[in-house]
């Protein structure tokens, strides 16, 4: 499937700008579905992998932020597309009415900002050769299609979770028990500590008191300053108890994946996935990193307090 995407992509571009668009919305309309971390890690090394066939490499920088950029805001729509979405679409009960009301703006805002970043790219020709991609195996694209719909049932609360996992694992451990040993647990084990992390700051009764003070009126600012410093999913489970202004809360902490690279551990996946390709350069990387993450953060946080 991947083989046949990267000649799909390739066919379709003639230029690196049309491409580095195709290869940026892929990470912006997937992480809704497959969330943020999932769409970097597909979508990232595959930009590697097209970029030096085409000998336009030297362009990776760029469009590896850009589908940074595009997985965090893209991935603001849905419940499923992020961990501090699905957290607080479940701590505070939404419908999937109120949630898209709340992201549907600033996510249509998003789209225009990340596609018209793409086009600061010239409109250098592409040629590439990929050849023939190997054939798809339906039976594992069918069984990996039907556990994700179910997965999306247990987020829509159609099934219960320790039914889902128990299939999830049963299903996984019959057909495709090798994907098992390939889970990044050092990453899950990341985020656990955080939730420890964060869990035991709220019940520090000054730093409750400090935290409520912070929160009254000033929900969207504080979710967002604190994210760039605790990244963002610590910061929704910290904060989510002392305010009743989801909205806020929410924007605050989706906007505020954008800003330094800890603002959001998908940023610090992609860093490390850019790291791995042949002549990277960290320092470059993070400035123009920092320079497109502040000047989308101010538009949308300037467009957040006009539509409050």
């Given at each position: 499937?991947?083989?046949?995407?990267?000649?799909?992509?390739?066919?379709?571009s003639?230029?690196?700008?049309?491409?580095?668009?195709?290869?940026?919305?892929?990470?912006?309309?997937?992480?809704?579905l497959?969330?943020?971390?999932?769409?970097l890690?597909?979508?990232?090394p595959?930009?590697?992998?097209?970029?030096?066939?085409?000998?336009?490499?030297?362009?990776?920088?760029?469009?590896?932020?850009?589908?940074?950029?595009?997985?965090?805001?893209?991935?603001?729509?849905?419940?499923?597309?992020?961990?501090?979405?699905?957290y607080?679409?479940?701590?505070?009960?939404?419908?999937?009415?109120?949630?898209?009301?709340m992201?549907?703006?600033i996510?249509?805002?998003?789209?225009?900002?990340?596609?018209?970043?793409?086009?600061?790219?010239?409109?250098?020709?592409?040629?590439?050769?990929?050849?023939?991609?190997?054939?798809?195996?339906?039976?594992?694209?069918?069984?990996?299609?039907?556990?994700?719909?179910?997965?999306?049932l247990?987020?829509?609360?159609?099934?219960?979770?320790?039914?889902?996992?128990?299939?999830?694992?049963?299903?996984?451990?019959?057909?495709?028990?090798?994907?098992?040993?390939?889970?990044?647990f050092?990453?899950l084990?990341?985020?656990?500590?955080?939730?420890?992390?964060?869990?035991?700051?709220?019940?520090?009764?000054?730093v409750?008191?400090?935290?409520?003070?912070?929160?009254?009126?000033?929900?969207?600012?504080?979710?967002?300053?604190?994210?760039?410093?605790?990244?963002?999913?610590?910061?929704?489970?910290?904060?989510?108890?002392?305010?009743?202004?989801?909205?806020?809360?929410?924007?605050?902490?989706?906007?505020?994946?954008?800003?330094?690279?800890?603002?959001?551990?998908?940023?610090?996946i992609s860093?490390?996935?850019?790291?791995?390709?042949?002549?990277a350069?960290?320092?470059?990387?993070?400035?123009?990193?920092?320079?497109?993450?502040?000047?989308?953060?101010?538009i949308?946080?300037?467009?957040?307090?006009?539509?409050?």
């Amino acid at each position: 499937l991947f083989d046949y995407l990267a000649q799909t992509v390739c066919e379709r571009s003639g230029t690196l700008r049309l491409l580095s668009v195709l290869l940026v919305l892929l990470c912006f309309f997937s992480s809704m579905l497959i969330t943020n971390d999932v769409a970097l890690l597909t979508f990232v090394p595959f930009a590697v992998i097209v970029l030096g066939m085409a000998k336009l490499d030297g362009h990776l920088i760029r469009i590896a932020v850009l589908q940074t950029v595009a997985a965090n805001l893209g991935s603001m729509l849905t419940p499923v597309g992020n961990p501090q979405n699905l957290y607080l679409y479940s701590a505070f009960d939404l419908s999937m009415d109120d949630f898209l009301a709340m992201t549907l703006p600033i996510w249509l805002l998003s789209l225009i900002l990340v596609t018209a970043a793409c086009f600061t790219l010239p409109k250098t020709p592409v040629e590439v050769h990929l050849g023939m991609y190997r054939e798809i195996d339906k039976r594992e694209l069918l069984i990996h299609s039907l556990l994700f719909v179910l997965c999306l049932l247990v987020v829509l609360r159609i099934i219960q979770w320790p039914v889902m996992l128990g299939l999830l694992i049963a299903v996984l451990l019959a057909f495709d028990r090798q994907i098992l040993l390939r889970a990044d647990f050092m990453l899950l084990l990341t985020f656990v500590a955080f939730f420890v992390f964060s869990g035991n700051l709220a019940r520090m009764d000054r730093v409750a008191a400090m935290l409520e003070n912070l929160m009254e009126g000033r929900e969207y600012l504080t979710s967002l300053l604190a994210s760039q410093v605790i990244s963002n999913v610590p910061a929704a489970l910290l904060l989510s108890g002392f305010t009743d202004n989801v909205r806020s809360l929410l924007l605050g902490v989706d906007i505020g994946g954008l800003g330094t690279p800890i603002a959001s551990l998908a940023s610090l996946i992609s860093l490390k996935l850019y790291l791995h390709a042949e002549g990277a350069r960290a320092d470059r990387y993070l400035l123009e990193f920092t320079a497109i993450n502040v000047i989308l953060l101010l538009i949308l946080s300037a467009v957040q307090y006009l539509l409050a």
